[in-house]
């Protein structure tokens, strides 16, 4: 059981980490000169999500 427990907060860190990583690549993306490329990367980003999300990988992420 502790054992899982771990798991469970080793992989919420990590996905905490991820989404920290991403917010803050986001955030200098929106702030640089080239807003066209910007809005460019965010859709493919979101293109990304939507795939995985198709294929059932991150069902949980709600995209």
Do not use: A
């Not at 059981?1 to 991820?18: A, E, K, P, W």
């Not at 690549?25 to 000169?33: I, M």
């Not at 809005?39 to 709600?62: M, Q």
């Amino acid at each position: 059981l502790n054992f899982y427990l771990f798991l469970i907060r080793l992989s919420m860190l990590v996905t905490s980490l991820f989404l920290e990583n991403v917010s803050i690549f986001l955030n200098v993306l929106l702030q640089s000169s080239s807003r066209c490329l910007s809005l460019l990367l965010l859709l493919s980003l979101k293109l990304l999500l939507k795939k995985s999300h198709d294929s059932e990988n991150f069902p949980l992420l709600g995209f």
